[in-house]
């Protein structure tokens, strides 16, 4: 569906994909940082995992749409399959944020981390999947822009 796309709009649909991206993570923050705001009770937390679990979504559906160009490389076509990852732990960390709210909605004395144990966890991970796909795309971007301007020089 790419290779009908010229350079430009390569470019545009790429922009939309990390705005996109970038507010389901501002969704995914918020929504974690803000029952720790309120730490004597748990009911925030029933909002506060929809939000999550919006974020989540909108982040994965914005990694699914593809956005290499035909022309790079098999190494950073899969670099960015690799932020799908962090899109699909950001998704089991919200399943486990409802697991372990309808787990433990009986027991009054129950505190937030207990209930959010797994979702930090699983969110940490997609975090850091997407803090090295990112570094990593930079990275290999850099070098084949490099190579392909020294191909071009050569000719």
């Given at each position: 569906m790419t290779a009908k796309l010229s350079g430009e709009q390569l470019e545009k649909r790429r922009k939309q994909v990390e705005a996109t991206s970038t507010f389901g993570l501002i969704l995914i923050c918020v929504a974690l940082v803000a029952p720790f705001t309120t730490v004597s009770s748990i009911e925030y937390l029933n909002v506060f995992r929809w939000i999550y679990g919006a974020g989540a979504?909108?982040?994965?559906?914005?990694?699914?749409?593809?956005?290499?160009?035909p022309k790079e490389s098999l190494r950073l076509k899969r670099l960015r399959r690799m932020e799908l990852w962090a899109g699909i732990s950001f998704g089991l960390a919200t399943a486990f944020w409802f697991i372990g709210q309808h787990k433990y909605h009986n027991d009054p004395y129950i505190g937030i981390l207990a209930v959010l144990w797994n979702t930090i966890m699983f969110t940490l991970?997609?975090?850091l999947i997407q803090i090295v796909a990112?570094?990593?795309i930079y990275s290999q971007t850099k070098k084949e822009i490099k190579n392909r301007d020294n191909r071009q020089e050569n000719k």
């Amino acid at each position: 569906m790419t290779a009908k796309l010229s350079g430009e709009q390569l470019e545009k649909r790429r922009k939309q994909v990390e705005a996109t991206s970038t507010f389901g993570l501002i969704l995914i923050c918020v929504a974690l940082v803000a029952p720790f705001t309120t730490v004597s009770s748990i009911e925030y937390l029933n909002v506060f995992r929809w939000i999550y679990g919006a974020g989540a979504l909108i982040y994965l559906l914005a990694r699914i749409v593809d956005v290499s160009d035909p022309k790079e490389s098999l190494r950073l076509k899969r670099l960015r399959r690799m932020e799908l990852w962090a899109g699909i732990s950001f998704g089991l960390a919200t399943a486990f944020w409802f697991i372990g709210q309808h787990k433990y909605h009986n027991d009054p004395y129950i505190g937030i981390l207990a209930v959010l144990w797994n979702t930090i966890m699983f969110t940490l991970v997609g975090a850091l999947i997407q803090i090295v796909a990112t570094w990593l795309i930079y990275s290999q971007t850099k070098k084949e822009i490099k190579n392909r301007d020294n191909r071009q020089e050569n000719k």
